[in-house]
């Protein structure tokens, strides 16, 4: 088949309800292809990853029990509704962590560099359709042919969906994926017993009364309503420099090397002022003020509001220092100090991808060559605490956005490997 052949094969293959609500992407012929090192590195990193949910899941427990570390809980806790934090803390469900495990990657030359991890990803039907759809194109993707329907399914079993009216642009997806009967509104949820995926934000939780009232701890449900599980501030409390032994005994050596190599260094933004002989590792400075002067370069790094908030989801939250003048850049960091005992905030550095090349096939069916950077999100499932590779789902967007998401200018694909030289 010709590049436009295959693309007219993946269109007319779309189903007819649609998969995102009034979203649209561009189609490649091929799926985009990941060195050999990448593959690796996706293989390896399911298990480690689960590891770290459940090293994070037994810190905040052990600090909110005050056995170790006490101001991890107290970080981790701020801003949420006392029934909430009681709920997450709930003696049924204090083993629980996420069967479902999607780091966002930023490719890089070297590897990758993980931007967020996230627990409640949209995207699963979407990838499970690509992954179909290229496979029967003769396509060897990442994950198998059924791979993210069958790992949905080893982690939901016969259970339901329930997505809030926030998050209705992904209902199609699901849909698709389970059938629309299995698919229910969270604002109208009536008790049924069964397991149950959680397409809402626990910032919504306080404000759904049904739910409330119909579902108790103990039946199953993923991600567990656990928020301090969801904050960004684990990819700075992982670099904390009283935590390093802790992370090496529960994820291993080995483990914590992988994940120093992927995860950018990140700092809490706290305003408790340090000793004057002291300074903020990395950055050099005694007091964040100091950043207000910080050059264009200087300012390559990325602040976002860690959890509990509308804001800490998609792109919303989110502010590239470098890409801001020094002014605005002064006023979401004095913010972010402001706001600290409420919306806590993550300060990352920023990783600039490396550039790389897809065809896809513009409205005038002309073959065009995109050179761009991708972000690399693969979905592990976990099951009886094994973490199962289902696919990779590859958004490439134009070399000019700073930030890497779903738009009408990126390609959305599957992942394979490159071929092995003969």
Known sequence: MTPLERVRYVRDHIPAEG?????????????????????ELLEKLGIVLNRFNNACNLLYRQSAAGKVHPWVAAL???????????????????????????????????????????????????????????????ES?????????EGFASVLGDGEVLISEESATYRPEMEWLIGADRVRSVESYTASGKPIYRFFEAFDYPTLTAFKSAWQPGQPLTAPLKPYLEEKLWLALFWSRPLQEFWRQEIGEKGQKLLQGIIPYSWVLDPAPLPPHAVIPELGIQSWSE??????????????????????????????GSDMSAEQWTEQVRLGLAEFAEHPRVLQRFVKGALAKQDYVAENDEVVTLTGRARVCPYYFVANDRATLGGVLVTHCPSDKKLLHGMRDAILSPAVAEPVPA
Do not use: C
């Open 19 to 39: 998969l995102f609500a009034e979203k649209a992407w561009r189609i490649a012929p091929q799926p985009f292809v990941l060195s050999a090192r990448h593959v």
């Open 76 to 138: 981790l806790d701020a801003g949420k509704p006392a029934e909430l934090i009681a709920l997450s803390r709930h003696e049924k469900v204090k083993g629980q962590v996420p069967a479902v495990i999607r780091p966002d990657l930023i490719l890089t030359e070297e590897g990758f560099a993980m931007s967020e991890l996230d627990s409640v990803p949209g995207g699963i039907g979407l990838t499970a359709w690509l992954g179909e759809t290229y496979a029967a194109l003769g």
């Open 141 to 149: 993707v990442l994950g198998g042919a059924n791979g993210m329907r």
């Open 291 to 320: 950043m207000e002067r910080f050059s264009q370069k200087q300012r390559e790094l990325v602040l976002k509001i860690s959890g509990f908030s509308p804001l800490a989801w998609g792109a919303r939250g989110v502010f590239v």
